[in-house]
């Protein structure tokens, strides 16, 4: 008797950077309008991404409708989405207080758009908190999702930050 397949390690690592996605995404909303982490953890697994059909997932808006996508969005891992969501909500103190001394000059997390900070936040989560997963990994996942949100030099602050968190916490 055969056993299954594991998943191959591709489709694993599309399902976390969607997870990483949505994520930032949630925490932005959290971060707006003050939300409950479970709530808006309900409200994107089952209105925003869900099974268009058996063969793709779509990113919907708030009612529910499929918004303009490119292609077909792979369905985020939802245990990693849960736990980096809840992980950066209840560390967000002590994950300041690893970027901020990465911070250059006069720039303060308070200083920073909500969403750069959020991406940090969760960027410095899984630096303190996933060491499986090499520091390079990690943060060209949040590079790739600063990326998909601005196209100045944001992504560049993203990348500069947790550089200097990952130096700092993974000195091994």
């Known amino acids: 008797m055969t056993s299954p397949k594991p998943d191959k390690p591709e489709e694993t690592g599309r399902e976390r950077s969607a997870a990483r996605l949505a994520a930032v995404q949630a925490l932005y909303e959290m971060d707006m309008v003050g939300a409950k982490a479970n709530s808006v953890l309900e409200e994107f697994l089952l ?3 869900r099974k268009a059909d058996s063969s793709e997932t779509s990113l919907r808006d708030s009612d529910g409708n499929p ?3 490119a292609e077909p969005l792979v369905e985020p891992d939802k245990e ?11 560390r967000h103190l002590e994950l300041d207080s690893l970027i901020e001394p990465a911070l ?3 720039l303060t997390l308070e200083r920073l758009e909500s969403l750069i900070r959020v991406i940090l936040r969760a960027g ?3 630096l303190s908190t996933k060491r499986n997963i ?7 996942e949040y590079l790739d999702v600063a990326h998909a949100f601005f196209e100045g030099n944001e992504p560049n602050l993203v990348n500069g ?3 200097k968190v990952a130096h700092e916490i993974r000195k091994d």
């Open 161 to 163: 930050v947790l550089d």
């Open 80 to 90: 990693w989405l849960s736990e980096l969501v809840h992980g950066v909500t209840k």
């Open 47 to 49: 209105n925003r991404w």
């Open 104 to 106: 250059k000059g006069d």
């Open 67 to 69: 918004e303009n996508a």
């Open 124 to 126: 410095a989560y899984e």
């Open 134 to 140: 090499p520091a390079a990994v990690v943060i060209n």
